[in-house]
């Protein structure tokens, strides 16, 4: 049998209905904190993002997970602060590709890049939603540690809820890769 063909490839405005598409599914909407955008909002964010790691001005990148040929996914790099060396992450995947490792290779796929290509990049954070087990399976298995809950910071269907947020250093990341097979 064939391995599926799996590539994180640079984002594109012609990708913006298939991410519109994956935000609106219910799993996104209870699990994420995702405010309402239309589809030109989204497609000025993939229009100022880019998947270029040497531009010297961009803070924003994203990319589009691929498998056999078709869109399932993104992931983001976003808020890049080189002079303090983070930038914070963020990934979604269609639901119908769930629970099959593919979320927690791409993630691996863009910090492999991200530490590899920037010298200065000492910590990668993101943030999981507190009920999001699936989410924070991805972070523990990349070597992020768990730094702290923001209490009921976001609003969903009606509820409070609270917001974990993950954190990796590079040292951290240097010993989970050299034990893993990418």
Do not use: C
């Amino acid at each position: 049998m064939t391995p599926p063909d799996f590539r994180l490839v640079p984002a594109l405005p012609e990708h913006v209905d298939v991410w519109m598409a994956m935000r609106e599914e219910p799993v996104s909407r209870a699990l994420m904190p995702l405010e309402p955008a239309s589809r030109e909002s989204l497609l000025k964010r993939l229009q100022e993002s880019t998947s270029d790691l040497s531009d010297p001005k961009a803070t924003s990148f994203r990319w589009m997970v691929e498998l056999d040929g078709r869109i399932i996914g993104t992931v983001a790099a976003r808020e890049l602060s080189r002079f303090q060396g983070r930038v914070e992450i963020g990934y979604m995947l269609s639901s119908a590709y769930h629970r099959r490792g593919i979320g927690t290779r791409a993630v691996a796929r863009v910090l492999e890049r991200l530490f590899g290509e920037w010298p200065f990049l000492h910590r990668v954070w993101l943030t999981t939603a507190a009920d999001n087990l699936a989410s924070q399976g991805v972070a523990r298995k990349l070597g992020f540690s768990l730094e702290g809950v923001m209490r009921e910071h976001y609003f969903i269907d009606g509820k409070r809820k609270d917001q974990q947020v993950w954190g990796l250093l590079r040292s951290e990341w240097e010993q989970v890769s050299s034990r893993r097979v990418m």
